[in-house]
């Protein structure tokens, strides 16, 4: 996986804010397959290696539902190192009465689920990128159906033991509520370039030509305004720079273009926008 490694940029983690604690951790280890690193009594980061965390949970004080048309989490999007990894999840599903919807974006294949608290998640494996089709600087990717027959053939059911230990997570694709300043502050702030364009309605941006490490989209509505603190939702998500250069160059870049850096113990937070934080580590 080059494409999650540096000296790609790209995101390492995702912290996300839910409404109970204990229900979403029963979901997260016995639907999706992660195990417990550490746990307090409003947050749990979870593995799937038994060291590094990809994904948090963090349930806020006055925690309020997840709220409609607002910026912030489209889906986070985990991605399995083999075929046969999504293959076996998918039988795992079955078994277990899961509902999935589903898509062959010709880069790669994927499910799509949402968790308790409506919080979207993508799990997915990507096509070799000698198979990705490049036009003038552009891949193309689609919303075709899914072969269920051809991609359970790579799999065998009852095999399934939890996320592999080789899962990254993949990319973020997220709710902003407008593209010409979203699309200045990702690339020229934080370097990324745009790889599709979805009409005037979604953008999707990466690092060394992957299809991409974040995808953009107004679908709640130009101008949908940010969630409160304390709803469910995207807390933030971090972007791994290849060196400490790189980021400190990143943050001169957007503080250039007028984005807000704070410093907390040399960990950089920025804001898209449209308030989504974004971590810049290294």
């Known amino acids: 996986m080059t494409f999650h490694v540096k000296p790609t940029t790209f995101v390492g983690h ?167 300043k979203t699309e200045e502050f990702y690339t020229k702030g934080l370097g990324f370039e745009v790889v599709n364009r979805f009409g005037d309605q979604a953008l999707f941006i990466s690092s060394n030509k992957y299809h991409h490490h974040i995808g953009l989209n107004t679908w709640n509505g130009i101008g949908a305004p940010q969630p409160p603190k304390n709803g469910v939702g995207l807390e933030s998500f971090t972007l791994i720079f290849p060196d400490e250069e790189t980021r400190n160059k990143v943050a001169a870049n957007l503080k250039q273009i007028g984005a807000i850096i704070e410093e907390e113990n040399d960990v950089f937070i920025t804001y898209d926008p449209s308030g989504n934080a974004i971590s810049l580590m290294f």
């Open 14 to 180: 995702v912290t996300i804010k839910v409404e109970d604690l204990e229900r979403s951790l029963q979901f997260y280890q016995e639907v999706i397959g992660f195990k417990v690193l550490e746990q307090t009594n409003s947050t749990a980061k979870l593995t799937t290696d038994g060291k590094t965390s990809i994904l948090s949970l963090e349930k806020p004080e006055n925690v309020i539902p997840k709220q409609a048309r607002t910026t912030g989490l489209y889906h986070f999007a985990l991605l399995l190192p083999n075929r046969s990894d999504l293959a076996n999840i998918v039988f795992h599903f079955i078994e277990k009465g899961v509902r999935v919807g589903s898509s062959d974006h010709l880069v790669s294949e994927a499910l799509y689920l949402s968790d308790p608290d409506g919080n979207g998640i993508e799990i997915y494996i990507d096509r070799d990128p000698s198979e990705w089709d490049w036009s003038n600087g552009e891949v193309a990717m689609a919303v075709d159906p899914l072969n269920f027959p051809d991609l359970l053939s790579s799999g065998k059911q009852g095999t399934w033991n939890g996320l592999p230990a080789g899962t990254v997570m993949g990319h973020i694709h997220l709710h902003v509520s407008e593209l010409v």
